[in-house]
């Protein structure tokens, strides 16, 4: 096959452009990708030649090498793994299949400090095209383990690149950089220097359980003619998680967990778990300082990597986490699982179930004593966590306590501090037996809501509940140490401090006084609302509207809608708050008029201003503006 030229995906060539001439300090993180990409390429030839021993590839001596050549100015980073085919160089290489690919150059180009913009690199699995930093020109030659035809890609990073076939590749990967000048002033260093080479291997990928060899200073590497010579092993292949806690330092978890969760921060915690007897396996988790942009995508990949033995089994084993733990990162290595388990064998495996219980139980705990020890650590891991954390509260009952004991909330007691449902609880006013919340797009609209009046004169405390998860996990959990969790959007709402400023019979009077006016309104709504009442939520509002106490509300309808389950539509309820002027005066035209067509459209904007109160909109727009636009042109 001819050679063929290509363009880049656009957002390949922003992203190459942003690269060679834009953010990077530390241009050395180039190398760390390339070996982590190597390394990936060789733990998935060991697998797919564990699952299929017919495949024809050589596993004997799976290892990393680094050649350099300092006449020609080139490096090449070389594994002998699984290797790509001609259509998978130009769909992996030559564009970047990911939904989340603007984001990250928005981001890219946003970063305002060297370190906050390294990162970026591995988050999107374009550490490839890191080699661009540091080249002029990248040379990749690759063959796929049981093919027996390669494939060279090559580029200049300039827009387009080459693909070709070989007929001698060997099995794997190589990637060759040719290398720009060395330039100490741009932080672009001598990288065909074995000692600079050695310092970056020994930082950054030092742990890699693959060997990563480069032949010694001054030996023949192009040819391989000195045959004396032996390449060096540059890391120790060394298990951080076999290894004493006091061998290791806290640098190398970090990198550990920067290389496992393609992230340049620090993890905000490191969790160690070592678990001996009938079933003996090591953990080593974190929990990592911000969440990721795609964590609420389908495509996010979760689960820690499973290793039996310290042989790599699979990435992203998602049957040793719960869902809502989807953003822990880390490593769990087993001593009695069989090498050739998979995915669907783990869904079964006892062993398995035990280890996702234990796990779950020691990362809970984790947040507890973070909550306890450090609060702004764990303020920090709320803030970017708490949101899917608190989906387990519906989807885990078994640990739902333990959730809820971690959890913390917006509320009306504090304008910036979250509270705990405990401190809720020792909080709580005499005769209150409720817990009180209200759910919401923000606080501000939450707390303008004519549902909080009451509440707010009275001084009783609400929780402020914006995330959307929230609607479900408050109504499927009820109560938390006998106090029931009540919204006070829904259903009636009987302050007893109410009766404090009511004189004697005076609610009875006045239900009396607006019976007519109720009854008559509940006909001419009668499509929209269930029932019309007075209420004793509403101090400031001329009306609102609330949902019936074992209705969904018109959120959760949405979120039901949203994810493709029809539910019907609940009829809501119109409370009236009649010390308004509003009110009393529609009571009392209500009494004197015969002719009630305009009552009506009053009964009608009544409604519609009770639903955009809350947020929502009224059923007909149009005929709502209409009718406003009519009354305040009448009015001037």
């Known amino acids: 096959m001819p050679t063929e030229t290509f363009e880049f995906q656009v957002e390949a060539r922003q992203l190459l452009q942003l690269m060679i001439h834009s953010v990077y300090s530390n241009k050395d993180v180039f190398l760390r990708e390339l070996v982590s990409n190597a390394s990936d390429a060789l733990d998935k030839l060991r697998l797919e030649k564990l699952w299929d021993d017919s495949l024809d590839a050589d596993v004997s001596d799976l290892h990393i090498e680094i050649d350099v050549d300092k006449d020609a100015r080139t490096l090449t980073v070389r594994d002998n793994g699984i290797g790509m085919s001609y259509d998978e160089v130009g769909r992996l290489i030559g564009t970047i299949a990911n939904s989340g690919t603007a984001k990250f150059l928005q981001e890219l180009q946003e970063a305002k400090d060297a370190a906050g913009a390294e990162g970026l690199i591995g988050q999107f699995g374009v550490g ?53 000048p060395a330039d100490p002033d741009n932080q672009l260093h001598d990288y065909t220097s074995p000692g600079k080479i050695r310092e970056i291997i020994k930082r950054y990928s030092d742990f890699i359980t693959w060997p990563i060899r480069m032949m010694p200073e001054g030996s023949a590497t192009a040819d391989k003619s000195d045959e004396a010579a032996e390449p060096a092993t540059l890391n120790s292949m060394k298990a951080l998680w076999a290894r004493p806690r006091d061998e290791v330092s806290d640098d190398e978890y970090h990198e550990l967990y920067k290389h496992i969760g393609h992230d340049w921060r620090d993890p905000l915690e490191t969790i160690r778990l070592q678990a001996e007897g009938t079933f003996e396996y090591q953990a080593l988790l ?11 995508t389908r495509d996010f990949k979760r689960g820690v990597q499973l290793y039996v033995k310290r042989v790599f089994i699979m990435d992203d084993c998602e049957a040793l986490l719960p869902p809502y733990l989807r953003f822990v990162k880390g490593v769990v290595d087993a001593a009695d699982l069989s090498l050739n388990v998979s995915r669907e064998i783990l869904q079964q495996d006892r062993h398995i179930e035990m280890m996702r219980r234990r796990l779950t139980k020691k990362v ?105 998860v929230d609607e479900v996990w408050a109504d499927a959990i009820g109560e938390y140490e006998g106090k029931k969790l009540k919204s006070v959007a829904k259903g009636q709402i009987d302050l007893a401090a109410k009766e404090e400023d009511t004189p004697d ?27 019309v009442r007075l209420s004793s939520r509403l101090t400031v509002s001329p009306a609102c509207v609330v949902s019936d106490a074992h209705d969904l509300t018109p959120a959760l309808e949405n979120m039901y809608r949203a994810m493709g389950q029809e539910v019907p539509r609940a009829r809501r309820i119109l409370e009236l708050n009649p010390d308004h002027r509003l009110v009393k005066g529609l009571n009392q035209a209500y009494k004197e008029r015969e002719d009630r067509t305009e009552l009506v459209e009053t009964a009608e904007l009544l409604h519609g201003l009770a639903v955009l109160a809350e947020g929502g909109q009224p059923k007909e727009p149009a005929r709502f503006v209409k009718l406003m636009a009519d009354r305040l042109e009448r009015a001037l």
């Open 505 to 531: 019979g005076e609610r009875e009077k006045q239900t009396e006084e607006y019976a007519g006016l109720l009854g008559w309104m509940k006909e001419q709504l009668d499509e929209d609302i269930k029932e």
């Open 128 to 180: 490839f095209y890191s080699g661009f930093m540091v080249a002029d020109e990248v040379t990749l030659v690759t063959r796929r383990a049981g093919e027996t035809q390669g494939t060279r890609w090559t580029s200049r990073g300039e827009g387009t690149y080459r693909l070709e076939t070989v007929d001698d590749a060997p099995q794997g990967t190589s990637v060759t950089l040719h290398l720009k």
């Open 364 to 468: 809970l705990s984790t947040v507890k004593e973070l909550m306890t020890r450090d609060q702004q650590r764990y303020a920090t891991f709320w803030q970017e966590f708490g949101t899917v954390l608190k989906e387990g509260l519906v989807t885990d009952s078994e640990n739902r306590d333990a959730i809820l004991a971690v959890a913390s909330f917006a509320s009306t007691h504090h304008d910036m501090e979250p509270v705990t449902l405990k401190q809720y609880v020792e909080r709580m006013k005499d005769g209150q037996g409720d817990i009180y919340y209200l759910t919401g797009e923000s606080r501000q609209s939450i707390e303008n809501s004519p549902h909080m009046e009451a509440f707010r004169d009275r001084g009783i405390e609400v929780l402020l509940l914006t995330d959307p």
């Open 286 to 296: 974190f929990l990592p300082a911000h969440a990721p942009h795609d964590l609420f």
